[in-house]
């Protein structure tokens, strides 16, 4: 795993426990509880499958992106609804960008050499 695949996991995991803390950030509205503890339950799963990933199981690689995909998906409401309040609307859009670059880290090839090892 090349560096740059490890700063990808460290952002996305990250994103994990900002989801995890989600349901202890809202007002209730903003996000509504039921998202927040969704959020939770996606950011527990997948600081599980960072870790996974972090010790070399490249499974665990697709569930994560998934997940955090599905993260970033929950909270492009707040871009569209009128009373969404702007530093929650800046905290998604954060987010979603931060999923994107994190996305792409892991997924690029490692520039590792075969025979180098």
Do not use: C, Y
Request: cysteine-free; glycine content about 10%; aromatic content about 6%.
């Amino acid at each position: 795993m090349s560096g740059t695949n490890k700063a990808g996991l460290v952002v996305l995991g990250l994103l994990s426990v900002v989801d995890l803390f989600t349901p202890l950030l809202t007002d209730g509205e903003h996000p509504p509880m039921e998202i927040a503890v969704g959020a939770a339950v996606v950011g527990l799963v997948s600081l599980v499958m960072v870790g996974f990933a972090w010790q070399g199981q490249r499974w665990a690689l697709a569930p994560l992106i998934t997940l955090r995909i599905a993260s970033a998906l929950f909270a492009v409401p707040a871009f569209f609804a009128s009373d969404v309040p702007a530093p929650a609307v800046a905290a998604a859009g954060i987010g979603v960008a931060l999923t994107i670059v994190g996305v792409i880290a892991v997924l690029l090839p490692s520039r590792e050499l075969v025979g180098a090892r």
